[in-house]
């Protein structure tokens, strides 16, 4: 068996299969883990890519647990969800579904929306409600009932925090199933999901329970995931290893040629699950399922840049303490997990985590320094990133000042690139991925993870790895 991709989904099918097959694992870069990847900056480790795994859906924190890693899951910081919004840290308040007020009355006074937009979403339960037949994207559904203030002030940094993407051209079904039922129904929206809110009304946690933690992490950094769900495997594990060519033998076997640093390589095996993103998979596949191949070409990818500084604690406090009357010696600061910015405000951030703050761990680790990430770049904002490594920790270093006061100089950097990195769910995904599903099913000895399929965040990549193992032990 052969895995091309040794990412969290490549890994977690290697992992699965364990028992039933002897499983290579073909990596193209020098080390496994994707996305999964934890650095060092001034000494400590860092997270590169994603920081915190989903906590509620089970199947990331269970493969930790799995694989050995259950005592270094931890729970982040409890600190509300906030946005640079309007030139101020403004906290969006409780009862929100991925931005949506459900409560339009909490919203007065926040200065996250003029009165106009407040008075919109007054208004929705108003609104006649026809049921919508057809995926549409995020913005054309939320804009038609919330305004157009809403979806860029409240949706659009949340989905942006999570797919570096944009409302436009995001599907409703994909991204936000459960408001797209809302609409497939013909209900009011804001009533429907104060509904579900209500205890026995839905999923959704009410505004006033106490909140299950949506996320953990791990001591140490998430990139000691994959390489423990490698270790665990058992797996051959060749890094520096681009499979460049899938070819079907007369037997029915499946033929790897791949590109490694000592010359190409051929391996055969019985199976080959494809764990690549889909730009890599399309290219894979083509000889073989051209209608997946067009399919999977079409998706469009997000390429950010995450930017971890480390400031020098003391001059951070030191500076606030002089910052103004409200701050007390002693007092951690800045504040809270960090914030999101909605693009319409035309910062170069998109969104900035307090590390020290969120992770207790990073905060121990390193007492001196005060931790923290940026984020750069949405879909179709290339240009933002088309600049040096310099250029994007010093614009990140102004507008931390602009939205957090003066803090003092990072005394340490590192920006790492994810080029294509984030996959785009557009209208129509849900049919796109069972077109290339049923294409690809036909084959026999084929399967497809990752991150195009299903969702984007560690726990559906780890479901869609389990799924493709499945796929191939039971034929
Ligand atoms: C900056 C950033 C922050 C994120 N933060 C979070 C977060 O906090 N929480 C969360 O849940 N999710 C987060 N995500 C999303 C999540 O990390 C990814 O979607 C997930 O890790 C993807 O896993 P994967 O195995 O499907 O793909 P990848 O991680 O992309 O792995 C695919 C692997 O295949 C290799 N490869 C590609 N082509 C070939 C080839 N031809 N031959 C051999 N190998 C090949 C690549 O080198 C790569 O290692 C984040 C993503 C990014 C970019």
Not at 118 to 138: G, I, K, M, W, Y
Not at 266 to 271: Q, R, S, T
Not at 398 to 416: C, D, K, M, N
Request: overall charge neutral; aromatic content about 4%.
């Amino acid at each position: 068996m052969i895995v091309v991709g040794g990412g969290i989904s490549g890994l977690t099918a290697a992992w699965r299969l364990r028992a039933d097959a002897e499983v290579t694992v073909l990596e193209g870069a020098p080390r496994i883990g994707g996305k999964l990847r934890t650095g060092t900056l001034a000494g400590v480790p860092v997270d590169e890519g994603a920081e915190s795994l989903m906590a509620l859906r089970p199947e990331a924190v269970r493969l930790a647990e799995e694989v050995g890693l259950g005592d270094a899951l931890c729970d982040p910081a409890p600190a509300p969800t906030t946005l640079w919004s309007n030139g101020a840290l403004r906290p969006l308040p409780r009862g929100h579904v991925m931005g949506i007020p459900t409560d339009p009355d909490t919203m007065a006074g926040t200065g996250l929306l003029s009165d106009e937009g407040v008075a919109r979403l007054r208004n929705e339960e108003t609104l006649p409600a026809e049921p919508t037949a057809e995926d549409v994207s995020v913005a054309e559904y939320l804009g038609g009932r919330l305004g157009q203030e809403t979806v860029d002030r409240l949706v659009e940094p949340l989905l942006g925090g999570v797919y570096a993407g944009r409302p436009d051209r995001l599907s409703l079904r994909t991204v936000l199933p459960r408001v797209a039922a809302v609409a497939e129904r013909g209900e009011p929206l804001l009533a429907a999901l104060r509904q579900m809110r209500t205890p026995g009304g839905g999923s959704f946690p009410r505004a006033d329970a106490p909140r299950p933690v949506p996320v953990q992490g791990l001591r140490g950094g998430t990139g000691r995931l994959p390489l423990a769900v490698a270790a665990a495997s058992g797996a051959r594990v060749l890094t520096g290893t681009r499979a460049r060519e899938l070819q079907r033998t007369p037997g029915g076997r499946w033929r790897v040629l791949a590109a490694t640093g000592d010359g190409p390589l051929l391996l055969e095996a019985d199976a080959v699950i494809l764990a690549v993103p889909a730009y890599e998979a399309a290219e894979l596949l083509r000889p073989h399922a051209p209608l997946a191949d067009a399919d999977l070409g079409a998706i469009q990818h997000a390429s950010t840049a995450v930017v971890t500084l480390a400031f020098p604690r003391a001059e951070a406090l030191v500076r606030a303490r002089g910052s103004g009357p409200g701050h007390i010696p002693g007092e951690v600061f800045p504040e809270g997990n960090g914030f999101l910015v909605p693009a319409v405000d035309g910062h170069a951030l998109k969104a900035v985590t307090f590390l020290s703050n969120k992770w207790r761990w990073q905060r121990e680790e390193a007492p001196d320094v005060f931790l923290l990430r940026t984020s750069i770049g949405r879909v179709a904002e290339e240009h933002r990133l088309a600049v040096p490594d310099r250029h994007l920790v010093r614009s990140s270093v102004i507008e931390l000042h602009q939205a957090l006061g003066s803090i003092g100089e990072p005394v340490a950097a590192r920006v790492t690139r994810w080029e294509r990195g984030l996959p785009q769910y557009g209208v129509g995904h849900i049919e796109r991925v069972a077109r290339v599903r049923e294409a690809v099913g036909k084959i026999p000895g084929l399967a497809l993870c990752g991150a195009a399929y299903d969702g984007v965040g560690v726990a559906a990549c780890v479901a869609t790895g389990t799924a493709a193992a499945r796929q191939i032990t039971e034929g």
